[in-house]
């Protein structure tokens, strides 16, 4: 059975970092890929990131590049998620993602496996 589990969120003030990890296990992602989605409240889960475990190609909504970075370490079967100079509007329940196909779509649709989530709050 796969499982996603994520860790890292929590209470952080405008400005300041956090970063959220995403551990897999049940099977590994080598010839997949695995993104970050985050919903936040009244608004539908949107795309942040995404890694393929091949290459480490990525992706980024055009909303958090420059400030957050995705990452992974196959030999842990874990992704990361670095958040930098994070706003207010970076509030939201952040999702781990991981398909077997390596596409970094940003439609959750290409996702087949998902984890339970962890809340980020940015205060101002």
């Known amino acids: 059975q796969v499982q996603l589990v994520e860790s890292g969120g929590g209470l952080v003030q405008a400005g300041d970092s956090l970063r959220l990890s995403c551990a897999a296990s049940g099977r590994t992602f080598r010839r997949g890929a695995m993104g970050w989605f985050r919903q936040a409240p009244g608004k539908e889960r949107e795309f942040v990131a995404a890694?393929?475990?091949?290459?480490?190609?990525?992706n980024y909504a055009d909303s958090v590049k420059g400030r957050f970075t995705i990452s992974g370490d196959n030999a842990k079967n874990t992704v990361y998620l670095e958040m930098n100079t994070l706003k207010p509007e970076d509030t939201a329940v952040y999702y781990c993602?991981?398909?077997?196909?390596?596409?970094?779509?940003?439609?959750?649709?290409?996702?087949?496996?998902w984890g339970q989530g962890t809340q980020v709050t940015v205060s101002s």
């Open positions: 993602a991981a398909n077997t196909d390596g596409t970094l779509i940003i439609y959750g649709f290409g996702y087949a496996y």
């Open positions: 890694i393929s475990w091949s290459g480490g190609v990525t």
